[in-house]
């Protein structure tokens, strides 16, 4: 079955880079999108990014100048990385796959990220 | 980018029907999915295209609107209902609204 999973240090510095890992399995990356998205403890939803089937990539434009997404497909990876990591950047970061109409249908568990020093 | 509002909270009966709200600063069409979330667990999909019941969720839920004004009703309210509710569209980049906080009287 369809199944996502996040891994993450779980702490990072201030000023640092996070690098989140989504490892898939039940379905191709080449064959369905995914998408990163995050939430502050107690607070709302925020989409990240996307990299698509084809390869192409699109990012929240509030971030985009932080960030990268990619993918390792012989490993079913994608690769989360943000720059210049904020205490604002709390959150439990989710990978998700969308489905019909682009809605997230499948969810990872979650990696809870903290910045702090 | 599309900001999507919802009424932060609301407290329902067991039994009674509910209806959650979600209005959009731009038309999204029929874009509008909609999820739950109990704590500490990730977002399940209730509705996706306004108004299709995501498969293996129960037939008390439904969605309907189109546009910038769209519903998630859940009739009857059960006691295992209790969460936060969010919308999202998909028509631009992806974007939620705040969640609307489901609580049983």
């Known amino acids: 079955q369809v199944q996502l999973k996040e891994s993450g240090p779980g702490l990072v510095q201030p000023s640092r880079t996070l690098s989140l890992t989504c490892t898939v399995s039940?379905?191709?990356?080449?064959?369905?999108?995914v998408s990163w998205v995050r939430q502050p403890p107690g607070k709302g939803l925020e989409w990240i990014a996307a990299?698509?089937?084809?390869?192409?990539?699109d990012y929240n434009s509030a971030l985009k100048s932080r960030l990268s997404i990619s993918r390792d497909t012989s490993k079913s990876q994608v690769l989360l990385k943000m720059n210049s990591l904020q205490t604002e950047d709390t959150a439990m970061y989710f990978c998700?796959?969308?489905?019909?109409?682009?809605?997230?249908?499948?969810w990872g568990q979650g990696t809870l990220v903290t910045v702090s020093s | 980018d599309t900001v999507l509002t919802q009424s932060p909270a609301l407290a329902v009966s067991p039994g009674e029907r509910v209806t959650i709200s979600c209005r959009a600063s731009?038309?999204?069409?029929?874009?509008m999915h909609w999820y739950q979330q109990k704590p500490g667990q990730q977002p399940k999909l209730l509705i996706y295209?306004?108004?299709n019941l995501e498969s293996g969720v129960p037939a008390r839920f439904s969605g309907s609107g189109s546009g910038t004004d769209f519903t998630l009703t859940i009739d009857p309210v059960e006691a295992d209902d209790t969460a936060t509710y969010f919308c999202q569209q998909s028509w631009n980049d992806p974007t939620f609204g705040g969640g609307t906080k489901l609580e049983l009287k």
């Open positions: 039940g379905f191709s990356l080449t064959s369905y999108g």
């Open positions: 295209g306004a108004s």
């Open positions: 998700a796959r969308p489905d019909n109409n682009y809605a997230f249908a499948y």
């Open positions: 990299i698509w089937s084809g390869g192409s990539t």
């Open positions: 731009e038309s999204v069409s029929t874009g």
